[in-house]
C-alpha cells in the first residue's frame, strides 16, 4: 500500500519560506513520480510541482520554477517542496501523490495520481 505523510506547513509572512516535506512508506520514492498539488479556498486543486523518477522537477505554471523547488532523498524515502518568496495567493493546503505504478512520469492532472497524503495547510498572511 503507498502512503503519504505531508509535514511543515504552517502560518508565514509573505516573503517568507516554508519547506514542505511529503514522506512515504510502503514504497520508493526513487520508482515513483511524486507530485505536489495545492487547494485554496473555494478553487479547484491544482498541480504546484512533481519529481520525475530520473529526479527530474517540474513546475506548474512555469513562474513558480523561481520560487519553488522540488527535491527527493532517497534515504529517508521523503520528497521536500522548499518555498521562497511566499505571497497570500499561495495559502492553501498542500497534498503530495504518487502515481499508482512505479515508473510512470509526472502529470498536472490530479486525476493521474491515486495515492494522496493527508495535506497540511500553508497561510501566508501579514
Known amino acids: 500500500q503507498l502512503h503519504l505523510v505531508e509535514s511543515g506547513g504552517g502560518l508565514v509572512q509573505p516573503g517568507g519560506s516554508l519547506r514542505l516535506s511529503c514522506a512515504a512508506s510502503?514504497?520508493?520514492?526513487?520508482?515513483?513520480?511524486i507530485g505536489w498539488f495545492r487547494q485554496a479556498p473555494g478553487k479547484d486543486r491544482e498541480g504546484v510541482s512533481c519529481?520525475?523518477?530520473?529526479?527530474?522537477?517540474?513546475y506548474y505554471p512555469d513562474s513558480l520554477k523561481g520560487r519553488f523547488t522540488i527535491s527527493r532523498d532517497n534515504a529517508k524515502n521523503t520528497v521536500y517542496l522548499q518555498m521562497n518568496s511566499l505571497q497570500p495567493e499561495d495559502t492553501a493546503v498542500y497534498y503530495c501523490?504518487?502515481?499508482?505504478?512505479?515508473?510512470?512520469?509526472?502529470?498536472?492532472?490530479?486525476?493521474?495520481?491515486?495515492?494522496w497524503g493527508q495535506g497540511t495547510r500553508v497561510t501566508v498572511s501579514s
Open positions: 519529481i520525475d523518477v530520473d529526479n527530474r522537477g517540474r
Open positions: 510502503g514504497f520508493t520514492v526513487d520508482e515513483y513520480a
Open positions: 501523490a504518487t502515481r499508482d505504478l512505479a515508473w510512470y512520469r509526472c502529470s498536472d492532472y490530479d486525476g493521474a495520481f491515486g495515492s
